[in-house]
């Protein structure tokens, strides 16, 4: 193939494609259930950590990792710590300046409602009353990020 074939087939190319989804680790601890069951009768205090991290697989695939971290709080008892790594190998057929934002913004946007969604059924499939996390600025997290990574 011609170097011009080349760049014509890869500008044909979508600039990104998501090739698949998974569930790297997912855990779910109730440490008091089941006394702590009677004790629900108001929403508990939810502290949610965020972590995306991302590996260069070659050959324009990389592997995101949306990591959260849930703890549940009723008063001074742990509720519940749930941890989810929900994961996505991408293509990305775009500049080199556009692939870390891509990564680090779009590719968790993409991936939080599933995220979202495994977390409210396992929450639920645990005895809990439903949650539904409220949407996360993943461009506020790309530059708190940044911004940490400018102080060290």
Do not use: W
């Not at 849930?70 to 749930?82: E, M």
């Not at 790594?85 to 680090?104: D, F, G, K, M, R």
């Not at 949407?135 to 060290?152: E, H, S």
């Amino acid at each position: 193939m011609t170097k011009e074939n080349k760049e014509k087939n890869e500008s044909m190319q979508p600039a990104l494609m998501i090739n698949s989804q998974y569930i790297k680790d997912l855990s779910l601890e109730i440490p008091h259930a089941p006394e702590i069951f009677k004790e629900l009768t108001k929403q508990p205090q939810l502290k949610v950590d965020v972590k995306i991290d991302t590996d260069d697989l070659g050959d324009h695939a990389y592997n995101v990792a949306l990591s959260l971290a849930l703890n549940g709080d009723l008063d001074t008892k742990k509720l519940f710590i749930l941890e989810l790594t929900y994961s996505a190998v991408v293509v990305l057929n775009v500049q080199e300046e556009h692939i870390e934002p891509i990564l680090n913004i779009e590719i968790p946007r993409l991936l939080f409602p599933f995220a979202r969604n495994i977390i409210a059924q396992c929450l639920m499939e645990g005895g809990l009353p439903p949650l539904m996390l409220n949407p996360i600025d993943f461009g506020a997290v790309y530059a708190a990020r940044q911004a940490a990574k400018g102080k060290n």
